[in-house]
C-alpha cells in the first residue's frame, strides 16, 4: 500500500497507535467510532480527552469502560452521541423533558429467531436457526447476539452510563415489527417514543448532523400498512443476558469488560461449531463467577480483564 501511494503527499498510518493518532488530529471534531472489541477503546478515549464529538456505533466503549469514558467527556466537554438506533431513539425522546423527569427508559428488541422459543426449545437450536434473523441484515456476531439477546444485555448496561440513569430504570421489551426503536417514560406518565424503518442510516445521519436534521434516503413508516405494534416482555429464563446485565452494572468495575470479553469469544466458539448455542451463556456465567471484579477502571487493567476473559472461555470450551 505504501509503494502504491509512494509518489502522492499522503502520510500512511498503520496499527492500533495510527488510530489514537487520528482520534487526536487538531483537524478532527468529530469521532465516529465503530471498532469491535478492547482494540477500539484506546482511539475512543483519546478522542474524549482532546474533546471531540464522539459518534458511537459499537457498544464496547461505554460497556467496559463507561466510568473512564464519561469522566474523560466531563472533563474534556467531549460530547457523546449514540448511533446504535436504541440509544439514537432513547436519546431523540429524552428531548421531550428534563434528564430529572425521566421516570423509565425501554428498549425494545426484535427478539431475534427464538422470541416465542421456551427454555427447553431453545436447548437444541442450530447456528443456522440462529443466524436468520427475521428483521435486521447483519453480520454473523451481531445476528447471534440477537439471538441470545446479549446485544439488549450490553444495550443495558450502556444506556445506563450514556443517559446517567441507574440500571433499575431501564426495561427491555420484544417488538417483534422493529418500527419503535425505544422509548422514554416520564414522570408525569408521558411516554415518547421515536419510530423508523429499520435502517441504519437514519441514526448514522442523525449523529453525524446533530442537533440539525436533513432529508435523508430512508422511507417513513407507513403505519397504516404496517397495521399493528406488537410489544411483549422477554423471559429471563430464555435470554438469560437480561438479568445477567444487571447484576453485571451493579458489580462495576472490570465485571462488564467480562461480560462481553466472554460472550465475544463464545460467540466465536458457537460459530466455529465448537459448542452449542446454549453454552455461550453458561461460558459466560462461568467466567463472571470466577472472576472477582474488583473497584478498578484504569484502561491497563481492563485490557487485563478482557484479555483473561477470553483466555477462560477458549480453555473452557477445549475441554468441554
Same mark, same amino acid.
Given at each position: 500500500?505504501?509503494?502504491?501511494?509512494?509518489?502522492?503527499?499522503?502520510?500512511?498510518?498503520?496499527?492500533?497507535?495510527?488510530?489514537?493518532?487520528?482520534?487526536?488530529?487538531?483537524?478532527?471534531?468529530?469521532?465516529?467510532?465503530?471498532?469491535?472489541?478492547?482494540?477500539?477503546?484506546?482511539?475512543?478515549?483519546?478522542?474524549?480527552?482532546?474533546?471531540?464529538?464522539?459518534?458511537?456505533?459499537?457498544?464496547?466503549?461505554?460497556?467496559? %469502560?463507561?466510568? *473512564?469514558?464519561?469522566?474523560?467527556?466531563? /472533563?474534556?466537554?467531549?460530547? &457523546?452521541? $449514540?448511533?446504535?438506533?436504541? #440509544? =439514537?431513539?432513547?436519546?431523540?425522546?429524552?428531548?421531550?423533558?428534563?434528564?430529572?423527569?425521566?421516570?423509565?427508559?425501554?428498549?425494545?428488541?426484535?427478539?431475534?429467531?427464538?422470541?416465542?422459543?421456551?427454555?427447553?426449545?431453545?436447548?437444541?437450536?442450530?447456528?443456522?436457526?440462529?443466524?436468520?434473523?427475521?428483521?435486521?441484515?447483519?453480520?454473523?456476531?451481531?445476528?447471534?447476539?440477537?439471538?441470545?439477546?446479549?446485544?439488549?444485555?450490553?444495550?443495558?448496561?450502556? %444506556?445506563?452510563? *450514556?443517559?446517567?440513569?441507574?440500571?433499575? /430504570?431501564?426495561?427491555?421489551? &420484544?417488538? $417483534?415489527?422493529?418500527?419503535? #426503536? =425505544?422509548?422514554?417514560?416520564?414522570?408525569?406518565?408521558?411516554?415518547?417514543?421515536?419510530?423508523?424503518?429499520?435502517?441504519?442510516?437514519?441514526?448514522?445521519?442523525?449523529?453525524?448532523?446533530?442537533?440539525?436534521?436533513?432529508?435523508?434516503?430512508?422511507?417513513?413508516?407507513?403505519?397504516?400498512?404496517?397495521?399493528?405494534?406488537?410489544?411483549?416482555?422477554?423471559?429471563?429464563?430464555?435470554?438469560?443476558?437480561?438479568?445477567?446485565?444487571?447484576?453485571?452494572?451493579?458489580?462495576?468495575?472490570?465485571?462488564?469488560?467480562?461480560?462481553?470479553?466472554?460472550?465475544?469469544?463464545?460467540?466465536?466458539?458457537?460459530?466455529?461449531?465448537?459448542?452449542?448455542?446454549?453454552?455461550?451463556?453458561?461460558?459466560?456465567?462461568?467466567?463472571?463467577?470466577?472472576?472477582?471484579?474488583?473497584?478498578?477502571?484504569?484502561?491497563?487493567?481492563?485490557?487485563?480483564?478482557?484479555?483473561?476473559?477470553?483466555?477462560?472461555?477458549?480453555?473452557?470450551?477445549?475441554?468441554?
Amino acid at each position: 500500500l505504501v509503494d502504491l501511494v509512494s509518489d502522492l503527499d499522503v502520510e500512511v498510518l498503520s496499527g492500533a497507535e495510527s488510530l489514537v493518532a487520528l482520534a487526536e488530529l487538531d483537524e478532527v471534531d468529530t469521532v465516529l467510532t465503530a471498532i469491535v472489541g478492547a482494540v477500539g477503546l484506546p482511539p475512543v478515549l483519546a478522542a474524549a480527552r482532546n474533546g471531540k464529538r464522539l459518534a458511537i456505533a459499537n457498544k464496547e466503549p461505554l460497556v467496559i %469502560a463507561g466510568e *473512564l469514558l464519561v469522566e474523560e467527556a466531563k /472533563k474534556s466537554g467531549s460530547e &457523546i452521541l $449514540p448511533v446504535d438506533s436504541e #440509544h =439514537s431513539a432513547i436519546f431523540q425522546a429524552m428531548q421531550a423533558g428534563k434528564p430529572g423527569e425521566v421516570a423509565k427508559i425501554i428498549l425494545t428488541a426484535s427478539g431475534g429467531p427464538f422470541r416465542e422459543f421456551s427454555a427447553n426449545e431453545i436447548q437444541d437450536v442450530t447456528l443456522e436457526q440462529a443466524l436468520a434473523h427475521p428483521t435486521w441484515d447483519m453480520g454473523p456476531k451481531i445476528t447471534i447476539d440477537s439471538a441470545t439477546m446479549m446485544n439488549k444485555a450490553l444495550e443495558i448496561i450502556e %444506556a445506563s452510563w *450514556l443517559f446517567d440513569v441507574p440500571v433499575e /430504570k431501564i426495561e427491555v421489551l &420484544i417488538h $417483534p415489527e422493529s418500527i419503535v #426503536h =425505544s422509548l422514554v417514560e416520564f414522570v408525569d406518565a408521558s411516554v415518547i417514543a421515536q419510530l423508523g424503518e429499520p435502517d441504519m442510516c437514519l441514526p448514522i445521519q442523525y449523529a453525524l448532523t446533530y442537533p440539525d436534521r436533513h432529508a435523508s434516503p430512508v422511507r417513513p413508516p407507513q403505519l397504516a400498512e404496517i397495521g399493528s405494534l406488537n410489544f411483549a416482555a422477554p423471559d429471563p429464563k430464555v435470554f438469560r443476558a437480561l438479568p445477567l446485565a444487571y447484576e453485571v452494572s451493579r458489580a462495576g468495575g472490570t465485571a462488564p469488560v467480562v461480560f462481553n470479553a466472554a460472550n465475544e469469544r463464545a460467540v466465536e466458539e458457537f460459530l466455529a461449531g465448537r459448542i452449542k448455542f446454549v453454552n455461550i451463556l453458561e461460558l459466560v456465567e462461568h467466567c463472571l463467577s470466577n472472576h472477582d471484579a474488583g473497584t478498578g477502571v484504569s484502561l491497563e487493567e481492563l485490557l487485563e480483564a478482557d484479555g483473561w476473559a477470553r483466555r477462560q472461555v477458549a480453555a473452557t470450551a477445549c475441554g468441554a
